[in-house]
């Protein structure tokens, strides 16, 4: 039998974990991605439970640990100034870590490096299967025919556009947003995240590894217009939204400015991703692409989790994927449905959308244990 090839679709988090388990049971994989590097920005995620078990079995661990934020738990600051905290809400515990999520793909991809292919700077334009597999024209790139194609690319997933059709049939804004840019400069205090808020806004400084980080999360409209997908658009829609109030941030003396001349801003609405099924003949969805919606960072975790399963799967039944597409989908379905029915109580945890929530959420967080 020849051996496998594998398409995957994205070098973010799921991808290279996909890559190289794959790598190591007989399959060839390859990874194709749009941007011409790894990127260099983006806010910590926790690798925790399951995924962290697969860190260790991949031998990255203690270069996950090395890159590890070491900050602590999460601490509201008040109106008047008081802190509440640190809470843990879902802080690494024993061998979990927190990493800047671009620490964690690029570690991720040098170890899927030994038997994948990466085509960086690179798209897929057209998809064809057949029984036998996957024709892929590519933005790029010469076609190519694999055995299996995976889309590991995100919300706004490529290959789910391809296969399944339109992103309004699956993506639902949940009208909330995220964005997040790189400060450039330490946090005023180093050992510590703190979150601010106002109703319907929280403001996040976290220390990073020296070079402080600045995450927004806002409530907005359920239903984004054309702009939310320009750049200079989402600039101005993250100052406007943050202008309403004065914001003690010493990290960020002259907010609205400071965002609109952000270069790095990493920007995008908080959406539920549902199918009724993450696979099409031999084109299967992989992490966010196929499901999402998490505000505690875990959702890095569950893409680590979500790769070992259909890895797991595909090796153990390699001459049918069918078989084993279906098997990954349904272990791998538990656990992204416990974390989507969380959403609701993330959201008024990290940004309650009224002074009254506000305070009930202050006042409940005092009585949490650190």
């Given amino acids: 039998m020849a051996q496998p090839t594998v398409l995957i679709c ?3 988090i799921a991808g290279p974990t996909l890559a190289f388990w794959l790598a190591r049971n007989g399959f060839a994989p390859t990874v194709v991605e749009r941007s011409v590097g790894l990127r260099t920005s983006g806010n910590p995620v926790d690798v925790h439970g399951d995924a962290t078990g697969i860190a260790r079995r991949m031998g990255i661990l203690p ?3 090395a890159a590890a934020t070491q900050a602590p738990g999460l601490t509201f600051v008040t109106q008047s100034g008081h802190r509440i905290g640190p809470l843990r809400l879902g802080r690494p515990r024993g061998d ?3 990493v800047p999520r ?3 793909a690029a570690i991720l991809c040098e170890a899927a490096a030994d038997g994948t292919e990466f085509l960086f700077g690179d798209s897929i334009t057209a998809l064809h299967q057949d029984d036998g597999g996957v024709d892929v024209t590519f933005e790029h790139s010469a076609p190519r025919r694999f055995h299996l194609v995976v889309g590991a690319d995100g919300l706004h997933s490529t290959v789910r556009g391809l296969a399944f059709g339109p992103e309004a049939d699956y993506v639902r804004p949940l009208g909330l947003y995220i964005a997040t840019l790189s400060l450039g400069q330490p946090a005023a205090d180093p050992t510590t995240v703190l979150m601010y808020n106002q109703p319907g806004l929280s403001l996040t400084i976290h220390p ?9 999360i806002f409530r907005g409209p359920k239903h984004p217009g054309a ?7 989402q600039r101005r829609i993250v100052a406007g939204a943050y202008t309403r109030y004065v914001w003690p941030v010493p990290e960020l003396p002259d907010l609205p400015d400071q965002v609109r001349g952000a270069q790095d801003l990493y920007f995008d609405a908080v959406s539920r991703v549902r199918l009724p099924g993450w696979s099409r003949g031999r084109v299967a969805l992989l992490a966010d692409a196929a499901s ?4 505690f960072g875990d959702g890095s975790s569950l893409a680590m989790v979500g790769a070992a399963t259909l890895a797991e799967e595909l090796s153990a039944a390699p001459g049918d994927p069918a078989l084993a597409l279906r098997r990954y989908e349904s272990r791998h379905r538990r656990a992204v449905n416990a974390r989507q029915r969380g959403y609701r109580l993330g959201a008024a945890i990290l940004v309650p959308a009224t002074r009254a929530g506000l305070t009930a959420r202050n006042l409940t967080a005092r009585l949490l244990p650190g």
């Avoid at 999402?292 to 505000?295: D, T």
């Fill in 102 to 104: 671009a620490d964690l």
């Fill in 292 to 295: 999402c919606v998490s505000l």
């Fill in 10 to 12: 994205g070098a973010g």
């Fill in 63 to 65: 270069r996950l640990q």
């Fill in 208 to 216: 990073v590894r020296g070079t402080a980080g600045a995450g927004f």
């Fill in 96 to 98: 979990d870590v927190e």
């Fill in 227 to 233: 702009e939310y997908r320009d750049p200079e658009a």
